[in-house]
């Protein structure tokens, strides 16, 4: 079972940048951030296919977020840049394994099984 711990969250103004990070234990070929307010259900932000890095973004953060990894450091990134206050949220590194070995189902969102517990990022006005 991969373990993943969040951790870059924090306050800044809207315009602004912010880096998550995810350190994971164990291996995916599948990773995934997704964001989650009090007032909404958990949603797909962006995702990566590790053995190719092929990478997918849901329409809101398209242009203005970015997902990678290194391997080296066994680390996925989220870049979130031109931040908006609706980008506001507690945000969930994710994992699944895909048994197809094809990028095209990483982005099945509602496939992904294992979660780390979420660091909170707030942008103000």
């Known amino acids: 079972q991969v373990q993943l711990v969040e951790s870059g969250g924090g306050s800044v103004q809207s315009g602004g940048s912010l880096r998550l990070s995810c350190a994971v234990s164990?291996?995916?070929?599948?990773m995934g951030w997704f964001r989650q307010t009090p007032e909404s259900s958990r949603e797909g932000v962006a995702t990566?296919?590790?053995?190719?890095?092929?990478?997918n973004f849901a329409e809101p953060v398209k242009g203005r977020f970015s997902i990678s990894q290194d391997n080296d450091k066994n680390t996925i990134y989220l870049q979130m840049n031109k931040l908006e206050p609706e980008d506001t949220a507690m945000y969930y590194c994710?994992?699944?394994?895909?048994?197809?070995?094809?990028?095209?189902?990483?982005?099945?969102?509602?496939?992904?099984?294992?979660w780390g517990r979420g660091t909170p990022v707030t942008v103000s006005p």
């Open positions: 990566v296919f590790i053995d190719d890095g092929t990478t």
């Open positions: 164990g291996y995916s070929n599948c």
């Open positions: 994710a994992a699944f394994w895909n048994r197809a070995a094809s990028s095209p189902a990483c982005g099945n969102w509602g496939a992904y099984d294992s």
